[in-house]
């Protein structure tokens, strides 16, 4: 296990007090499948946790067992966006999710590719 700390900024109100951890050890593709969020609830003193489990092997193979990148960042779009739409529009949040949008396009193009090379949902390239 190892704790990530990409997300903290120094002197916010939430981040720092969020811990992210990897569950587990990177797998086939080289890269890890499970984190935990962790937080402490200041009025029942408990630390509530979030799990996210990642799409682990080649789907043709394993079946859909998690989530992927794709779905994430159409989470945080959504969230970006309605902050835009209200009165927390500001020029960081478009930023963001410009960047956001931009991330989900090339994983998409990635994506299309691999249909066309006939290699999606298999290990190969």
Known sequence: MRTLTDHIVEGDSANHQLTVTVLDEPGQGGACHEYSIRWKNERDET?????????????KEFGVNGVTQEAL???LIDRLRSF????FACHENAMALEDCEGALGWLKTRTRNRIKRNVEGIHEK
């Open 73 to 75: 960042l159409a989470i």
């Open 84 to 87: 835009q739409a209200g009165s």
């Open 47 to 59: 630390e509530p946790h979030c799990f996210i489990g990642f799409q682990n092997g080649p789907i």
